[in-house]
């Protein structure tokens, strides 16, 4: 689900950045892309199963 | 440089971009391999990367257009760095399969970087921001056109198919079936 959700951002800013306000489109990634590491960094903590 | 060739290799840039998306969408569907949750990241970061060449092609060039692509290289590079040491051990088979030696995050590692050296190279070239304020926005070719709606398309694409693979849950760690494609016992 925040994968999508992700996906449909960036068409959102993309769509922003080709149709809409520059300043806009900008913010838009910044959100876009703290998004995208706070995802990252909440699968990166779980615990690992590792085999050796 | 000028703008406008500036402008043209962005648009060559969007196209590069959408090559590695079709790729992406070509494994998922020919070898019937799903991507995880880090491989969506991945390719999430590749969608980021082309923000930068899309303002850059409606706006004309300027520093923080590739500023942008930077920042989404960096995050995306250092995303395929954790699966890469996720599967470093001697043994280990990685996950998916590889092309022409190299696991996908494999290759991701290298896309990124040669993105971050590629968008390096274009900020040495001052003479294509010289007019950035005070010149309208450089004419869009239906070259740069084309490049732009096919990258927007294909971004919307992984929307739907995302959809299909998670649902509205989470992904599986080691997805094997479209969640909303299986059936009810």
């Known amino acids: 689900m925040e994968f999508s959700a992700l996906f449909l951002a960036v068409t959102v800013v993309m769509l922003v950045a080709w149709w809409g306000s520059r300043t806009l489109a900008l913010g838009l990634f910044g959100a876009t892309l703290i998004a995208a590491v706070a995802i990252y960094l909440h699968h990166a903590t779980d615990v690992l199963k590792l085999s050796f | ?185």
């Open chain 2, 1 to 185: 440089m000028s703008a406008a060739l500036a402008v043209t290799l962005n648009a060559l840039g969007l196209y590069a971009v959408a090559f590695v998306l079709v790729a992406a969408f070509a494994a998922q569907l020919i070898l019937q391999e799903l991507p995880c949750p880090l491989c969506l990241l991945q390719r999430i970061q590749f969608t980021m990367l082309a923000i930068g060449p899309i303002l850059n092609v409606r706006f004309g060039p300027r520093p923080s257009h590739y500023a942008v692509s930077l920042l989404a290289a960096a995050a995306g590079a250092a995303f395929a760095m954790r699966q890469l040491r996720l599967h470093i051990m001697p043994g280990d088979p990685g996950y998916g399969s590889a092309l022409l030696g190299y696991h996908y995050y494999t290759w991701a590692f290298i896309g990124f970087a040669v993105a971050i050296v590629a968008i390096a190279v274009m900020l040495l070239f001052d003479g294509q921001f010289k007019q950035a304020d005070a010149a309208p926005p450089v004419p869009t070719s239906a070259f740069a056109r084309a490049a732009v709606w096919l990258v927007i398309a294909l971004t919307a694409l992984n929307v739907a198919s995302t959809l299909l693979e998670c649902g509205f849950g989470p992904c599986a760690d080691n997805p094997v079936v479209y969640e909303w494609l299986k059936r009810s016992p």
